[in-house]
């Protein structure tokens, strides 16, 4: 019986110690607004959309780039959620002001401390609902 337990404890201590890195976010980086158009009286603008997602990987450090379709006047946030191999990129709009004008801005960051296997990535809105974009990335062992 005490040699059990003490496989039990072992096991425990073993588990708690060896578990996995938690995934971190650099702060995000945009660029000015390019490709301006302006909204049409009868136009509706229902919030920010991604496009031409890139993703470039080295080791346990993956870069992501992305065009964000916004208001000029927007100023964008990304905020990062993990559960378990999940990630979800949230990208908001943190001005509550609008404007008729539209552009494209260039959205960068980089995520690290990713241990070997498979995550799948989701681009959503602030609330984590709306999908915009959702990349699968693979870091070797």
């Known amino acids: 019986m005490k040699y059990l337990l003490t496989i039990l404890f072992t096991s425990l201590l073993f588990a708690a110690c060896s578990t996995s890195k938690t995934v971190t976010m650099d702060p995000a980086r945009y660029d000015p607004c390019t490709q301006q158009s302006d909204l049409a009286s009868n136009d509706v603008f229902t919030g920010e959309t ?18 964000v379709r916004a208001y000029c006047s927007s100023a964008l946030n990304m905020e990062m959620q993990q559960n378990e191999n999940q990630i979800t990129l949230m990208v908001s709009n943190t001005n509550t002001a609008s404007d008729n ?12 401390d990713l241990a070997p296997g498979t995550y799948d990535l989701r681009i959503t809105d602030k609330t984590g609902h709306k999908l915009l974009d959702q990349e699968s990335i693979t870091i070797p062992e």
């Not at 991604?50 to 065009?67: A, C, E, H, K, P």
């Open 50 to 67: 991604v496009d031409n997602v890139v993703i470039d990987q080295q080791s346990g450090l993956v870069y992501v780039t992305m065009d």
């Open 101 to 112: 004008c539209v552009c494209i801005k260039k959205a960068r960051t980089a995520f690290r």
